[in-house]
């Protein structure tokens, strides 16, 4: 309270004093006005965290959002906004809304974390890096810097560096469970997965309750052809996970290990998990449809679309000739696939509508549309091509040993006449990778250097399959093993697929890694080799691939263990050369 004394010093320091009451008045009108602000906001944020944890991502993402404009300078309302529109995959309106948080509460380490991890997600590892090295400055006693640091190097390739982080992080903070897990994760990713075994248990043994870690010990399992210890450990993972996202992951990764034991009908249903909106590969169907789930179809009309992969879309097509069955000449079957695959599935099935999907983003989910089927009041019934599964394929006796695509006969002809320009047969087709080599997939395949005993076989014509780029790896092949694997170069085996079944339909046998090129093969009814490095689900628990008439799968006994395989596929290669 202002004294009479002060005011001695004449009209000027009147109003001085005037002015400085007003402002301390307005000041504590805006602090009432934003102390409101912050608690409606606080209100929202939490009815947000809570529909975050019911799984509910939308409701949570548009609860944040009310709190970021109750109040605009409420750091940790912009920071759950991230996060939710990062899990909708709106990944670069979450980093800015990260960056956002971070300008408001620039002493908040989760937020550099988290600003970290969309970094990631974003295609910027080393930016991610970065960011992390920093929470690891300010929070050197936590363990999800070095996971998150170790995580990304694993990612750029830089696997030594990554297990140098980790090592450094465990004889710091040795009794952090999490750190042994990324230990163990990383040894598997780089191929190593026996030997990351001990580390998972370790992880365990300090915390016999962590689900994420014995999911990734059923993950390491399930590679090493140890499917009953791995069904275990997933179902274990379920038992104890209370997050609604990592118990979907767990569902997935057990229906796929019920899969690779052979027990189908239990795999295939629960393998509809991928459906569900909170999956990570969810995609949304533009159509009212409902989806097909067994409904009777003489007579219906329905769109099955493609799903996943390019090697998914063709092995799953398997069950096409089953629903065109059902349907009969009254009804009609809609086809949507890969728009390169067209041609070929427009042959295969020549009463039916065959044309592309195509993608659209909603609420950050990708949405598949199928415009040309929607004509005529639309379909009866949709699905994605693997739905059919869990009512068609209840065993491995249920698939058909039947070719299901047809490839251009005149085409075919084409290449037999100028395969037996090269020389006597047979001629054996060879796709060797994926296109996608990241660090995690590289483990699956063998690079061309480890393929010279196969390529040494004598009286074996080889014929590239190998989609993408290839020129360096088939100098390599000439160079160190004075082989040609002959490529026409006039034949783009990536975008025209109709050519690419043609050729390798004029092959006499396909050798393949588990890719498309196998899949395409198996389709066509073509004798097609898998090599693989470890037993993989679609075979069904059984010593091929069920889904295709004539295949054969050559397992490493060992996981990745090239250089015990080659030799072995080269004997059997000889006794084919021979007969």
Known sequence: MFQVGQLVGGTSSFVNARDAVVARVEQTAQSAETLKARRQSNKLLLRALKAWKRGETVPAAQLALDATDADDTNAQAFHLLAITLEKLGHLHKALVTYEKAYALDPNDPDLVLNLGLTAWNTGSPSAAERLFRLYIETRPDKPEGYNNLASVLRDKGEIDQAIEVIRGAIYRIPDQPMLWNTLATVLSEDGKVEEGLVFYEEALRLDPNLARVWHNLGYSYVHLGRCEESLAA???????????????????????????????????????????????????????????NGEPLEGKRLLMVGEQGLGDEVMFANVLPDLARQIGEKGKLHIAVDSRLIPIFKRSFPLADVGRYEHRKVDGLEVRICPWALTDGGPDHYASFGTPLHILRKTPSDFPKQKYLDADAARTAEFRSRLATLGPGPYVGICWRSMVLGAKRRKYFSAIEGWGPILSTPGVTFVNLQYGEVAAELKIAQENFGVTIHN???????????????LTSACDLVLSAPTATAAMAGAL???????????????????????????????????????????????????????
């Not at 569902?251 to 569900?276: P, Q, T, W």
């Open 234 to 292: 997933y179902n274990s993972a379920l038992a104890l996970s209370t997050n609604h996202h990592e118990r979907i992951e767990a569902l997935h990764s057990r229906s796929i290990c019920m899969m690779a034991m052979g027990k189908l009908d239990e795999g295939f249903r629960e393998y509809e998990v991928r459906n569900h909106r909170e999956f990570r590969a969810f995609v949304l169907h533009h159509t009212k449809a409902p989806r097909w």
């Open 488 to 502: 026409f170069a006039d034949l783009n085996l990536k975008d025209d697929l109709d050519g690419a079944a043609a």
């Open 525 to 579: 009814g073509k004798e097609v080799w898998f090599l693989v490095a470890a037993p993989v689900w679609p075979q069904l628990g059984t010593d091929h691939y069920p889904w295709y008439a004539k295949s054969r799968v050559i397992s490493c006994e060992k996981f990745a263990d090239w250089d015990t395989l080659m030799p072995k596929v080269r004997g059997e290669l000889e006794r084919f050369a021979a007969s």
